[in-house]
Nanobody, 122 residues
């Protein structure tokens, strides 16, 4: 059974940091990453890492602030988010699919976690 379980969301002040984690089960060869959905907006691809771990991709809005990392032995992926801004607020979803490319296109991902809330506010 293919499953993605996120953890690590919460409330943080602007300029603060959070680390999201996602545990994947049932996958063997997959690209994994993160999407987010801000209130009243569609889902946006944030970052991903290919199955080989050699390819990563970031949305322009988070480049230089967010870092994705993958532990293939533990089947986990983390998203370190620094210098958070109010516009980073939203529900963050872990996504995965059987790929070996770094893509932030929503149509490429068939497997989604349940989401975790991130709120950046003073």
């Amino acid at each position: 059974q293919l499953q993605l379980v996120e953890s690590g969301g919460g409330l943080v002040q602007p300029g603060g940091s959070l680390r999201l984690s996602c545990a994947a089960s049932g996958f063997t060869y997959y690209t994994i990453g993160w999407f987010r959905q801000a209130p009243g907006k569609g889902r946006e691809g944030i970052s991903c890492v290919s199955s080989s771990g050699l390819k990563t991709k970031y949305a322009d809005s988070v480049k230089g602030r967010f870092t994705i990392s993958r532990d293939s032995a533990k089947n986990t992926v983390s998203l370190q988010m620094n210098n958070l801004k109010p516009e980073d607020t939203g529900v963050y979803y872990c996504v995965a699919d059987s790929l070996d490319l770094a893509t932030l296109s929503i149509v490429d991902y068939n497997y989604w976690g349940q989401g975790t809330q991130v709120t950046v506010s003073s």
